[in-house]
């Protein structure tokens, strides 16, 4: 790696998905206030939190969700059954 190209601030973050407890060491510049002790290695880290990573999103598990709200899917399927009957 070339010497003096990376800014001041690049070092290893924990990064934990919030969905799950997923814990990731990732050397990032991304900016963080809180520490923490990793599972893996128990050393003190730089904490981000995120969403959703690779460990829960439905693209990477294959694991597909859907979101019902207030019943549009059910009543889509509705509408559907009653025109294959017409």
């Known amino acids: 790696m070339k ?3 990376h ?3 690049y070092r290893s973050v924990l990064f934990i998905d919030n969905s799950d407890g997923t814990e990731f060491i990732i050397p990032s510049t ?3 206030t809180e520490t923490g002790k990793a ?3 128990k050393k003190e880290y730089p ?3 995120v969403e959703i990573s690779s460990a829960t999103h439905p693209f990477y598990t294959g694991q597909e969700k ?3 709200s207030a019943g549009r899917v059910e009543r889509f399927k509705q509408r559907q059954a009653k025109a294959k009957k017409k």
């Open 3 to 5: 010497k003096e190209i």
């Open 7 to 9: 800014p001041d601030n």
């Open 30 to 32: 991304v900016k963080t």
């Open 39 to 41: 599972k893996a290695d």
């Open 47 to 49: 904490i981000f939190r």
């Open 66 to 68: 859907t979101l019902d």
